[in-house]
């Protein structure tokens, strides 16, 4: 079929927030995106072609990110799975939905598929953050990429909403929601000990759901889909293809 896209702006709760629908497929599984902190919807596009070829594809920037406004509500899951499921519901797209979250995206995404399960169709979380990150690991890093770290929250929400967020996905359980996660083996910025621990979170991500895998993408980092696209391509195709 003919691949059509729209982009366009809708007004959620008196914020303008921007989104890309792609429509590839002509099943009713939606795969929708949600970025790194701060990161806006064009750091998918390494990926966005190919999957866009046996899916359909929603991306959108969140509140204070990219080409969406910026408003002065709260920048903590809560808030911004409200925003998107509401953008959702505006744009026509219809659940069930295939989530796939990055970084901090994957917190969104848990909160998401915890509170909306009938909603949600499977789940990848890719190299995700963990709510005991910022308790536990932080600490084993060095000095000067620890005050990288707590410094970067500048453009979406802040260390305390980040950290808000963080309390707000504890205990967030997916019951039986198909979940990969898939982890970069190599990310330099990390010691040995931040490393092991940040492998341990990964595994207990894992652990959220009865259906679940983990796959380690060894050569590649935090930004596994830009590091490399083709395993992630490989890995949505392959549990889209179950669901």
Not at 215 to 222: D, E, F, S, T, V
Request: no cysteine; net charge neutral; aromatic share 10%.
């Amino acid at each position: 079929m003919a691949i059509s896209t729209v982009g366009q702006k809708v007004n959620i709760e008196g914020n303008e927030l921007y989104y890309e629908y792609i429509e590839g497929s002509t099943n009713n599984i939606t795969i929708v995106f949600e970025s790194g902190y701060g990161w806006d919807l064009n750091n998918w596009n390494p990926i966005r072609n190919d999957v866009s070829k046996f899916a359909n594809l929603f991306f959108y920037d969140r509140d204070g990110v990219g080409r969406s406004g910026k408003s002065n509500k709260p920048k903590h899951s809560i808030q911004i799975i409200k925003n998107l499921r509401n953008l959702l519901k505006k744009a026509d797209i219809k659940p069930p939905y295939f989530l796939v979250g990055h970084s901090f995206g994957g917190v969104n995404v848990r909160l998401y598929a915890s509170k909306y399960p009938e909603e949600v169709a499977g789940i990848i979380l890719l190299d995700s953050v963990h709510e005991d990150q910022n308790k536990i690991m932080v600490p084993l890093f060095s000095e000067k990429v620890r005050k990288e770290y707590l410094g970067q929250f500048v453009v979406e929400a802040t260390l305390n909403e980040f950290e808000e967020s963080l309390e707000q996905v504890r205990g967030a359980k997916l019951g039986s929601v198909p979940l990969l996660v898939i982890t970069g083996g190599t990310q330099s910025y990390h010691t040995t000990q931040s490393m092991a621990q940040w492998m341990e979170f990964q595994k207990e991500l894992a652990n959220l759901s009865s259906k679940s895998n983990h796959l380690i993408i060894k050569k590649a980092g935090h930004a596994i889909h830009i590091d490399d696209p083709k395993a992630v391509i490989n890995a949505i195709k392959e549990m889209r293809a179950k669901l």
